[in-house]
């Protein structure tokens, strides 16, 4: 049926490009397969029909340039970190970083060892936090959920956050990374 109603308000055609782009990226979420920690063993299940994480628009992809999603999964020792950051700066913007148990919330288990990091978010920016140690397969695809509504709604900015703040994130990486070499930006 045609309509001939005239809208009230001019139709703002930017917001609803970015709406339906917010819409289709979160159900097409692309994950860099590079687990860091014990949480990347609870990982394989989501691919097999039991939990079925394709069902979600959910892939593993071999490299960052083709993700959206990286996911940290479980403790982050010193030495990673500084492989972890060249990784999420490779991702292309929009990116998200999901994080994967207690270990990367406080340190869990490992709070006091002088090898891991304790507070992931002072050294890159987390979108999404999943507790317990290791999380169960249902309580990561729980996560993803989470992530895509905040997709959804604009409220998964990690990404931006970290370009507004790059000298404050620099500065606690550097103060953990004492071989630096990395390029100042690396995207
Ligand atoms: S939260 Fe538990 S399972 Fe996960 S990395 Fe830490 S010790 Fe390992």
């Given at each position: 049926m045609y309509c001939n109603k005239i809208p009230d308000k001019p139709v703002d055609n930017e917001k609803i490009w970015k709406k339906l782009d917010d819409l289709a990226r979160a159900n097409s979420l692309w994950i860099t397969a590079y687990g860091t920690g014990?949480?990347?063993?609870?990982?394989?299940?989501?691919?097999t029909s039991r939990f079925?994480?394709?069902?979600?628009?959910i892939a593993m992809r071999p490299t960052p340039r083709q993700s959206d999603v990286l996911i940290i999964s479980g403790y982050l020792s010193v030495k990673t970190l500084k492989r972890v950051i060249r990784v999420y700066e490779q991702i292309q913007d929009p990116k998200y970083i999901l994080a994967l148990g207690s270990c990367t919330i406080d340190?869990?288990?490992?709070?006091?060892?002088?090898?891991?990091?304790?507070?992931?978010d002072r050294y890159i920016p987390v979108d999404v936090y999943v507790n317990g140690c290791m999380p169960r397969p249902e309580a990561v695809i729980d996560g993803f959920i989470l992530l895509m509504k905040k997709i959804k709604e604009g409220k998964a900015v990690g990404w931006k956050r970290y370009k507004e703040n790059l000298e404050y994130y620099r500065k606690n990486q550097r103060e953990i990374i004492r071989n630096w070499d990395l390029p100042d930006y690396n995207w």
């Open positions: 014990c949480g990347a063993i609870e990982l394989r299940p989501l691919h079925d994480m394709e069902r979600f628009g340190g869990g288990m490992y709070f006091d060892s002088y090898n891991t990091i304790n507070i992931l």
